[in-house]
């Protein structure tokens, strides 16, 4: 591995902010398609957050100071929907670094499968971060790359555990909402 990978911290910290995101989202098995759009916040939140606190609890770990706590929270609308309803939700992801450029990540909802679940993290060479999470049924691969300072990329693969079938793709383009640094 080149010494030039970023670490965890410097990934999230070009993360925080305010994003405009453009999804498109191909289900194989019912061959069916999908864009949405979503406003998407990541901003930091304190190790000593209560819903750190529960997480950790859930996990059945004492919490670890050490940890980087984010929260993604986002409004989305999607075609499949017959009205244009505005769906929201948010995430907590909590990355326990192991090494320099790989470790865990613990959430309070799986992307995949709606339990708690933690993901297995690494940098590749050209520092694009990669999360892998296994569920109950499923396994979830994703891939985040900075195309710029303010454009991120998520690809992101679901397969069926038990035959490793590919059942869903995306790939998503996240532009940063430049007036929300001002604030």
């Known amino acids: 591995m080149t010494k030039n990978l970023t670490t965890i911290n410097k990934f999230i910290d070009k993360s925080i902010g305010e994003w405009k ?15 949405s ?54 995430t907590i992801l909590i990355f326990l670094p192991k090494y320099e450029n790989s470790g865990i990540v ?12 933690s993901s297995n993290y690494f940098f590749d060479e050209q520092n694009n971060l990669h999360i892998k999470t296994f569920y109950k049924s499923t396994v979830s691969e994703e891939k985040i790359s900075f195309l710029s300072t303010h454009i991120r990329s998520r690809f992101s693969i679901i397969r ?21 640094l001002k604030d």
């Open 160 to 180: 069926n555990l038990e035959n490793n079938s590919v059942i869903q793709t995306s790939h998503t383009s996240e532009i940063r909402n430049l007036a929300s």
């Open 37 to 90: 759009t979503s406003k998407i916040y990541i901003k930091h939140i304190n190790s000593n957050n209560k819903k750190v606190i529960e997480i950790f609890k859930n996990y059945k770990l004492s919490l670890n100071l050490e940890s980087i706590a984010i929260s993604i929270k986002w409004q989305a609308i999607s075609d499949w929907d017959d009205y244009d309803i505005s769906k929201g939700d948010e």
């Open 106 to 117: 613990l959430r309070n909802k799986g992307y995949t499968e709606p339990l708690i679940s």
């Open 21 to 35: 995101s453009i999804r498109s989202t191909h289900t194989l098995a019912f061959q069916e398609f999908e864009n």
